[in-house]
């Protein structure tokens, strides 16, 4: 396979990726899909990229109605060459029907009209819309096939690179057009919204998988599936401070760089305080962070952090802190790696935080198992770029039983930091502590914490009390406290 040649780009930077590059030159690709799903838009991308040097051959739709559509996406098809042949275009205006292939003469009618276009043209790019059009016209599947394919030879020929729209019906599958085609790209339908899969590549390695699509106002936008590597960036695995020396002891010294760390507790117990804490000691080492609000507007969260002394406006304006609001029913999990991967490669952030696990699962759209393994390659992805990662995650468990994560996700984090509400003399207070650290040894007790007008403050070991996971500690005879 080669995959260091020149290519030619599609006009969709995600599908490029997928691609390694773009279409391989002179050769022909398949876009296959339902009705509606973006072949024709895809195709118009295809051909942008070098107007002047590209034909769309039109066999459905009307020339007046393809300059239409794409003006509304805001592309301007002036400089491509459009061959109508759509059954009432100005060619057969004077026959009640046509045949593709027969009777001879609109054969030869067809093919005169293509041989011109591409001697007048000679085109670099050929999109054909739909291909599949031509089989209601063709006596048989087999006389379809031998036609089709010396049509496309006869376009290759010409050292265009071609791609061909089919549609494929109950009674009609074009599974059969694939032995023509380099390459084959499907466009459908999934539970996490449209997608874009490449079945076939000839010539080349490309990106398995089904990844995210989308249909926008200006075109295609195309969000390949993240797939992490072990190691992307080299840095220094050192232990950084939280800001905070009680919650630095807790942690032997802080979170190592490159780490993925798991908040967990109940609703209203300080997750999201104790994260923005770490982006503060973050942004005072000059290092970017960014949230994803998944639960939380971001008025919201300014409010609480700034009425706790915790400068996010500051933060804000000067470049350290990113907010990101996400409603999670209208992105998939893969435009959320997207950002996250702007974010990290173009931006420079060295801490992001996920605001809350229970949020990004509705983004997934799936079950468990979609949960841990979306969240299973975008931790290993932020892990290889030596990213800091919070997953700030919401456990049902009030008191009682002591429940460290929800999700089945404590495998994921190489560090978890628990906080607990309970209950002392009728007052209702709070715990922190670390139940596990990978890189490091940590302090095995538990620390009162308080959320005041000047910040989090943690108190000394919690010694002289025992049952503090279940959330009605007793206090230990002879403890002196």
Same mark, same amino acid.
């Given at each position: 396979m080669d995959d260091t040649g020149v290519r030619y780009s599609t006009g969709i930077s995600g599908l490029?990726?997928?691609?390694?590059?773009?279409?391989?030159?002179?050769? +022909?690709?398949?876009?296959?899909?339902?009705?509606?799903?973006?072949?024709?838009?895809?195709?118009?991308?295809?051909?942008? =990229?070098?107007?002047?040097?590209?034909?769309?051959?039109?066999?459905?739709?009307? =020339?007046?109605?393809?300059?239409?559509?794409?003006?509304?996406l805001?592309?301007?098809?002036?400089?491509?060459? /459009?061959?109508?042949?759509?059954?009432?275009? =100005?060619?057969?205006q004077s026959r009640t029907h046509y045949d593709v292939f027969e009777p001879p003469d609109v054969e030869d009618d067809i093919t005169e009209h293509v041989v011109r276009a591409v001697e007048e043209t000679e085109p670099n790019r050929v999109f054909v819309d739909p291909?599949?059009?031509?089989?209601?016209?063709?006596?048989? !599947?087999?006389?379809?096939?031998? =036609?089709?394919?010396?049509?496309?030879?006869f376009l290759k020929d010409s050292e265009a690179t071609i791609v061909f729209s089919t549609q494929p019906m109950p009674n009609m599958p074009d599974a059969d057009l694939e032995f023509i085609c380099d390459g084959s790209i499907e466009l459908g339908y999934a539970t996490k919204g449209r997608t874009l899969t490449v079945t076939k590549f000839r010539g080349s390695g490309f990106q398995g998988? $089904?990844?995210?699509?989308? /249909? $926008?106002?200006?075109?295609? &936008?195309?969000?390949?599936?993240?797939?992490?590597?072990?190691? *992307?960036?080299?840095?220094?695995?050192?232990?950084? *401070?939280?800001?905070? *020396?009680?919650?630095?002891?807790?942690?032997?010294?802080?979170?190592?760089?490159?780490?993925? $760390?798991?908040?967990?507790g109940p609703s209203g117990v300080g997750k999201t305080t104790t994260g923005s804490q770490l982006m503060s000691a973050a942004a005072e080492r000059g290092e970017r962070s960014v949230i994803y609000m998944f639960e939380e507007s971001?008025?919201?969260?300014?409010?609480? +952090?700034?009425?706790?002394?915790i400068p996010v406006k500051k933060m804000q304006a000067k470049g350290t802190l990113e907010i990101v609001e996400v409603e999670p029913l209208a992105v998939s999990s893969d435009e959320f790696a997207h950002m996250v991967r702007q974010e990290v490669e173009e931006k420079g952030a060295k801490l992001v935080m996920i605001d809350g696990?229970?949020?990004?699962?509705?983004?997934?759209?799936?079950? !468990? &198992?979609?949960?841990?393994?979306?969240?299973?390659?975008?931790?290993?992805?932020?892990?290889?770029?030596?990213? $800091?990662?919070?997953?700030?995650?919401?456990?049902?468990?009030?008191?009682?039983?002591?429940?460290?994560?929800?999700?089945? /996700?404590?495998?994921?984090g190489d560090n978890i930091l628990f906080l607990r509400y309970l209950e002392v003399n009728g007052e209702i207070n709070r715990a922190m502590g670390v139940l596990k650290m990978r890189t490091s040894d940590f302090e095995r007790t538990l620390r009162e914490f308080e959320i005041r007008s000047d910040g989090l403050h943690l108190g000394g070991p919690l010694t002289g009390l025992r049952g503090v996971l279940t959330g009605t500690p007793e206090f230990v005879e002879d403890s002196g406290e």
């Open positions: 490029d990726h997928v691609l390694h590059g773009g279409f391989i030159p002179g050769r +022909s690709y398949m876009v296959s899909g339902q009705p509606g799903t973006g072949k024709t838009i895809l195709g118009l991308h295809f051909l942008l =990229e070098d107007p002047e040097n590209s034909l769309y051959v039109a066999f459905e739709e009307r =020339e007046k109605d393809i300059l239409a559509n794409a003006a509304a805001g592309f301007d098809l002036s400089d491509i060459t /459009i061959l109508d042949l759509s059954p009432d275009s =100005e060619s057969f291909l599949t059009q031509l089989r209601y016209f063709a006596p048989d !599947d087999y006389q379809f096939r031998t =036609e089709v394919a010396g049509f496309m030879s998988g $089904t990844h995210t699509m989308r /249909i $926008t106002e200006t075109g295609i &936008d195309v969000f390949p599936e993240l797939v992490p590597t072990v190691r *992307s960036r080299d840095f220094e695995a050192v232990a950084m *401070s939280t800001g905070l *020396s009680e919650m630095d002891s807790l942690l032997a010294g802080g979170i190592e760089r490159g780490t993925v $760390t798991v908040i967990s971001t008025d919201t969260f300014v409010h609480r +952090s700034e009425a706790i002394g696990i229970s949020g990004y699962r509705l983004s997934i759209r799936g079950d !468990d &198992d979609d949960l841990v393994r979306e969240l299973h390659a975008l931790c290993r992805y932020l892990r290889g770029m030596g990213v $800091t990662s919070l997953l700030i995650d919401d456990v049902a468990t009030v008191t009682g039983d002591f429940q460290p994560t929800s999700e089945r /996700i404590s495998y994921l």
